[in-house]
């Protein structure tokens, strides 16, 4: 089983603060991805890579930078959070884009911009 | 306009009954797969089914892909099949619905 994992599981920052989400993956997945998800929704897709220093644009990127420093690791960047970003955030890894992959997810991440 | 949509947006039944999850795209798709959250968000990935009809265990799932709709269904449901059931389509990347979140009474 893939393995997929998040830091820190919950955070608390003040609007315009500074915060990092992690991700790492262990399967040596090319793909990587970041989602959140607000009540009521489903997963919105922020950001994703397809490799170590690759990073596409997903469908809410506003507000968020995201950096994936190698193929195990990917950072979800919030440089003025905003209390709009209070959210669950989920990172999720595949082996590939094309259509047989399957997406492994973490745990998630609870954020809370006061 | 949303590209996946997902009904009904909540069902509640009692523990042996039979549930029927629908799900509508509205861009080709490539893929389609169904997602369990669980109610503390934990996610698996169910099935991923194309087109035509796919089992695992209780589930099956079917797609018409010229239609652009796909259905899931849960036979005999359990208290623990409780939690959301995510349509998600892949177009180059992953899009998702909004859910059914399924209640199961014992």
């Known amino acids: 089983e893939a393995a997929v994992t998040q830091s820190p599981r919950n955070k608390v920052t003040v609007t315009g603060g500074n915060v990092t989400l992690s991700c790492r993956q262990t399967n040596s997945h090319n793909y990587m991805y970041w989602y959140r998800q607000d009540t009521g929704h489903g997963l919105r897709l922020i950001h994703y890579s397809y490799g170590a220093g690759n990073l596409q644009i997903g469908d809410v990127p506003d507000g968020y930078k995201a950096t994936r420093t190698t193929q195990e690791d990917f950072f979800l960047l919030l440089e003025l959070a905003s209390p709009s970003q209070t959210s669950l955030y989920f990172c999720?890894?595949?082996?590939?884009?094309?259509?047989?992959?399957?997406?492994?997810f973490g745990a998630g991440t609870r954020l809370s911009v006061l | 306009g949303q590209q996946v949509q997902q009904s009904p947006a909540s069902l509640v039944l009692q523990e042996g009954e039979n549930a029927e999850l629908q799900c509508n795209f509205s861009?080709?798709?490539?893929?389609l797969q169904w997602f369990y959250q669980s109610p503390g968000g934990s996610l698996v990935s169910l099935l991923s089914n194309p087109s035509g009809t796919k089992h695992t265990g209780r589930l099956t799932s079917t797609t018409v892909t010229k239609e652009r709709r796909s259905s899931l269904h849960i036979s005999s449901s359990q208290t623990t099949d409780s939690g959301t059931y995510l349509c998600a389509i892949n177009t180059g990347k992953l899009t998702f619905g909004d859910g059914t979140v399924l209640t199961v009474k014992p």
């Open positions: 861009s080709t798709a490539t893929q």
């Open positions: 999720a890894s595949s082996g590939t884009g094309g259509s047989q992959n399957t997406l492994y």
